[in-house]
């Protein structure tokens, strides 16, 4: 995905530099035009893998986390600045029903954005989490975010 993403902004960027940059906006719907006629082109012939496809998926779960991660920015903001930070640390064990390894990576990123929590190691079975306040973990929270990861309805665990 991260390929298809960087092949459809070099070729972008590459018809503005040599069409001379856009002066309506119908330059502009070109070049994105042209950029992605070229993504698609190589999709088809194998060039790009069928990740792309997931991508509306992806910024969806991504935009839908930004309220809790700011909040949990902000929360942390204001405990730094109160200096009322009482920290419980500890590593996570967080058990994951993903099978695939994009499933247990996007799962992985979508903790580590989250502020406070940060993916020290994935295997198989799981992910090892640090956090800064262990009481402030939520498992069910955790299950719910799994799931719509992965795909899967409800987050109630197995």
Do not use: Y
Not at 54 to 71: C, E, F, K, Y
Not at 96 to 105: C, H, P
């Amino acid at each position: 995905m991260l390929h298809a993403a960087s092949m459809l902004t070099g070729l972008w960027i590459i018809w503005l530099l040599v069409a001379g940059g856009w002066r309506t906006n119908a330059d502009l719907a070109i070049s994105v035009a042209a950029a992605l006629a070229c993504l698609l082109f190589a999709w088809r012939a194998g060039g790009v893998s069928g990740a792309i496809s997931r991508l509306p998926a992806a910024l969806t779960r991504a935009a839908s986390r930004m309220g809790a991660v700011l909040g949990g920015a902000l929360a942390t903001l204001r405990a730094a600045i109160a200096a009322d930070v009482t920290l419980n640390p500890a590593l996570v064990r967080v058990k994951s029903r993903a099978r695939a390894q994009e499933e247990r990576a996007a799962f992985g990123a979508m903790i580590s954005a989250t502020p406070g929590m940060a993916v020290v190691d994935a295997d198989p079975d799981g992910l090892l989490v640090h956090v800064l306040n262990e009481d402030a973990v939520d498992a069910d929270d955790l299950g719910r975010l799994e799931a719509r990861v992965i795909g899967r309805r409800g987050g109630d665990r197995e």
